[in-house]
């Protein structure tokens, strides 16, 4: 299933190259390709079984065909229904594409200085994008229209909002400098404030679609995956900064290096918080011989994983803490016969589990250069903050590649007595067994 997504991400590519080269030139389309192409959060959230790559892929081609469609040669009408309507399959792919009309909304009033622009093509924009969403939302706000509000509630109850401090600019500027890269973030610093002195449109494109982002992910946000929106409009503004060089050498050399920093920042990074994961299949295993199974995930796993979980546990009945939480109960107790397991995060969960357990092991890996292992430690797998850096020597100058140091706990399985009281504190299992200055076994 992993490579659907990863084929949407190459099929973003082309779009990049085009809007970049119709703006830009064909350097700058280039650059923005290369840049887009290995920035790791396209190489990390690009591979998500998810619907990021998907909402992307299909946003960037649905902004082409609207610009396309402002071409006198070209088949503007055909280009204004194509644009409504890939825009509105990436709506149902993700929400956050929603955040695009604004921006265009901005750059086009910004440039014609009035709203006389908006005519006819809007209109079929908007028409045929209607066509994709009437069906489905019509339905649900008719028969379902409670969960269609409260879902979006649970949406926006799952970020996190935030006011504009220190804290939240360091966040922001740090996500910047690893989810694109050092190099990236560079020359996107660079074309910004190259775009305050040019009167490029495609620049002032970029700059309402970042800004709008920005103050979305501002005051409000979750996982570094939700930045995928920029990224395609930082890379466009980097490859503008490389367009608007006059050697081409020149251009050739920033863009080779880069991208070398670039790849090699997302190697680090997967290898970090992403490569050699199969623990949920493991556990699935684990399970596999037991009978009346019971699954509880933690929050936490349910919140990032859970479809996972039931993927490889389709046959078992599954439940999260806070659904047991809903009950209203300070305890819970399944049947004597059921054979109850709690599932969570290792070094996080461990907390709260029962005084059975055990622990599923990923393989860790890491790249190696002359010899020499270079591993990254991160502040979580949800948020691209590398804060620190260790290499150690694994073999001779002639060993280079990928190697697998070991392995590292990542989940953790706690097994309940048989009839036993599962204990709730707020939304999620807790057994009391808080241990002090619990330190996570590597």
Known sequence: MRIIPIIFSVMTLPAIYLIGSRFFGNTAGLAATAFMAFSPVNSIVGR????????????????????????????????????????????????????????????????????????????????????????????????????????????????????LGLDTANFLATEILWGLSPAIATLFIAGLFCSFTSRNHGGSLCLFAIAVFMLFFTVWHGHSYYMLFMTPFCCLMAGAFIGAMKRKVSAIIFITISTLVAFSTSVLLLCAVKYGYDEFGVFSQVLKNRENTVIVATNLVAGSYYPVLKYYNRDVTTVTSKELAGLGAEKVKFGADKDVVIVGLAGIDDLGMPARRAYIKRRQFAPVIAGRAFFVTVTSEHFFNIVGLKTFKVGSFSDWGLRELGTTPSLVAGFVDAGADIPLVGDNVDFGLRLKNFERKQ
């Open 48 to 163: 998500n079984i998810q619907t990021d790559a998907l909402y992307v892929c299909l946003m960037m081609w649905s902004l082409l065909a609207y610009l396309k469609s402002e071409d006198n040669r070209a088949p503007r009408l055909f280009f204004a229904v194509t644009a409504g309507l890939l825009f509105g399959i990436s709506f149902m792919a993700k929400q956050f594409v929603v955040l695009l009309p604004p921006a265009i909304f901005l750059w086009e009033t910004a440039r014609h200085r009035d709203v006389k622009w908006l005519g006819w093509r809007h209109l079929a924009f908007a028409v045929a994008a209607a066509a994709i969403l009437s069906p489905y939302f019509g339905y649900h706000f008719f028969h379902h229209s409670s969960l269609i509000f409260g879902s979006q509630g649970s949406v926006l109850a799952s970020g996190r909002l935030h006011t």
